[in-house]
C-alpha cells in the first residue's frame, strides 16, 4: 500500500531554517507530483507548495521567495526546505500524493516557531 512519511519538523527561532523530507512507499514515486500542506491549530489545511514528477515547483504566496521544494526520485523522498521561518509559519506539515483520484496523506510533522 502507499505509505508517505514526512520528518525533520522541531522547534526553532524566528529566522532559522528547517528542511522537512516526504518518504513515500508502494507507488512508482516519479509518476505523481507531491504536494505540501500544512494546518496551524484553528485553521483549515492550506496548500504550500506542489512539485511535479519532472521537479517543477510551485508555491503560495506566503512562502515564496523563502520555501523550496525538491525531490529525488531515486530516493522516493521529498524535500521541503523553509528559511527564514516566521512564527506564523507553525503548523503540522503533511505531505499527499493524488493517485487514481485517491489521496494519500502522512501523518504530518510538526514545526514549531517560536519569536
Known amino acids: 500500500q502507499v505509505q508517505l512519511v514526512e520528518s525533520g519538523g522541531g522547534l526553532v527561532q524566528d529566522g532559522d531554517s528547517l528542511r522537512l523530507s516526504c518518504v513515500v512507499s508502494?507507488?512508482?514515486?516519479?509518476?505523481?507530483?507531491v504536494k505540501w500542506y500544512r494546518q496551524a491549530p484553528g485553521k483549515e489545511r492550506e496548500l504550500v507548495a506542489r512539485i511535479s514528477g519532472g521537479g517543477f515547483a510551485t508555491y503560495a504566496d506566503f512562502v515564496k521567495g523563502r520555501f523550496t521544494s525538491s525531490r529525488d526520485n531515486a530516493k522516493n523522498t521529498a524535500y521541503l526546505q523553509m528559511n527564514s521561518l516566521k512564527p506564523e509559519d507553525t503548523a503540522v506539515y503533511y505531505c499527499n500524493l493524488l493517485i487514481n483520484r485517491k489521496d494519500y496523506w502522512g501523518l504530518g510533522t510538526q514545526v514549531t516557531v517560536s519569536s
Open positions: 508502494g507507488t512508482i514515486f516519479s509518476a505523481y507530483a
